[in-house]
């Protein structure tokens, strides 16, 4: 099932406090970048982060979910209507996640 392009709209504005907020679309979900680094997605109408120890320490009652059959687990983001929370955890978790690598050049 993919996620509602109303839903994906109402994550949108609740990550506006943000500056660099990059959503792509992958095969009927999105994928959602912080300044140029993947910090989750928006599955089944649910927006998942990575479960990095920063982001659970955050949450404080963290709750997992399987994005999609043999996916690892990610953190379901709670208080998702408080851009305030959203934000804060966002902030967060960008030093813990790291630079994407090089894409190779083809020869």
């Not at 943000?18 to 300044?35: F, V």
């Not at 109408?45 to 990095?52: A, G, H, S």
């Not at 305030?84 to 994407?100: K, R, T």
């Amino acid at each position: 099932m993919s996620s509602s392009p109303s839903y994906v709209q109402y994550v949108l504005e609740q990550l506006s406090e943000l500056e660099d907020i990059r959503c792509r679309a992958m095969m009927g979900e999105y994928l959602i970048y912080y300044r140029q680094k993947l910090v989750g997605g928006i599955y089944n109408n649910q927006f998942l982060v990575k479960p990095i120890l920063s982001a659970i320490n955050y949450v404080q009652t963290p709750e997992y979910t399987i994005p999609y059959a043999g996916a690892k687990p990610m953190l379901l983001v709670p208080h998702l209507d408080s851009r305030s929370f959203v934000a804060g955890l966002l902030e967060v978790m960008y030093p813990d996640i790291p630079l994407p690598k090089p894409k190779k050049k083809k020869t």
